[in-house]
């Protein structure tokens, strides 16, 4: 077994506590709204099929920055915004924690689409909605010529995440549990 230094088990649990610091510390309605904008910009003009996919969305759920760092124990944060009808209607945040391998930091950017409005009001009259046990969401992955295929979009609730370098592979977003914030 693996013993950890008491420095790198502060410093870990360090950079958990700062990673999840919840609503008290939040980013502005007006800074999340900006990033989201940016976030689906790039979308639209990086992925073929990203426009005919929002267009058939009852509402989209951007984050475009979720940090992710530990070492041995791992945490990852980020904020966002639910579009409907391309407006804004609430603020999230999203929250998961891990334990295993892990030592670094990444970030991405992460869209939640809901193609069913059960699936939506659903998910609106949670109070704290967890991936992989309140529903479970399709990782979209880019086909041939990095554009989607529309064609198969057959579940309720997909997500795309992807960083600067495009849609990232092999991903599972089971245990992030996403919480509204910005309760004015």
Do not use: C
Request: glycine letters at 12%; charged letters at 20%.
């Amino acid at each position: 077994m693996k013993r950890f230094s008491p420095a790198a088990i502060v410093f870990t649990l360090l950079a958990v506590v700062l990673t999840f610091t919840g609503t008290a510390n939040a980013a502005s309605k007006e800074k999340i709204d900006r990033r989201v904008n940016e976030a689906l910009t790039e979308f639209r003009s990086e992925i073929g099929g990203a426009d005919a996919v929002l267009a058939k969305a009852k509402g989209v759920l951007v984050f475009p920055l979720i940090r992710k760092a530990g070492i041995g124990i791992g945490g990852e944060y980020g904020e966002g915004a639910l579009r409907i009808g391309g407006e804004t209607v609430s603020y999230y945040s999203t929250a998961a924690a891990s334990v295993g391998f892990q030592l670094g930091a990444q970030s991405r950017r992460q869209i939640i689409v809901f193609l069913d409005q059960g699936a939506l009001d659903k998910f609106r009259l949670s109070d704290g909605w967890e991936i992989g046990v309140d529903a479970s969401v399709a990782v979209i992955t880019v086909g041939a010529g990095g554009a989607i295929d529309t064609t198969q979009l057959n579940q309720p609730i997909v997500a795309f995440v992807f960083d600067n370098k495009g849609l990232m592979y092999n991903l599972s977003l089971e245990g992030s549990k996403i919480s509204e914030i910005h309760d004015d």
